[in-house]
Nanobody, 120 residues
Framework: QVQLVESGGGLVQAGGSLRLSCAASGSIFSINAMGWYRQAPGKQRELVAT???????NYADSVKGRFTISRDNAKNTWYLQMNSLKPEDTAVYYC??????????????WGQGTQVTVSS
């Protein structure tokens, strides 16, 4: 079974940095794209950043220039480097992957979520 395990969340002061990681395991043939989403209390889940296996990236306007998504295809692992954190970045962050398995050619999987709290 496919599993996504993420880590790296925590409590930081405004202006600080955190690095989130997500590792996918299981019967994976390939990963089409990897990403990070977040959900703040009382708000809808929103896209933060995505990256394809080829390295093309996409960022939400609110994090552009502060966050960087990267990946290690060989390890089925991807990261979110978060710099210059703001209190409004506080949310539960979820990693995501669209991947190919024996039974699916393109399906989204999600990590368990990790809390990021930015204090002012």
């Amino acid at each position: 079974q496919v599993q996504l395990v993420e880590s790296g969340g925590g409590l930081v002061q405004a202006g600080g940095s955190l690095r989130l990681s997500c590792a996918a395991s299981g019967s994976i043939f390939s990963i089409n794209a990897m990403g990070w989403y977040r959900q703040a209390p009382g708000k809808q889940r929103e896209l933060v950043a995505t990256i394809t296996s080829g390295g093309s990236t996409n960022y939400a306007d609110s994090v552009k220039g502060r966050f960087t998504i990267s990946r290690d295809n060989a390890k089925n692992t991807w990261y979110l480097q978060m710099n210059s954190l703001k209190p409004e970045d506080t949310a539960v962050y979820y990693c995501n992957a669209n991947l190919v398995t024996w039974l699916t050619i393109g399906h989204d999987y999600w990590g368990q979520g990790t809390q990021v709290t930015v204090s002012s």
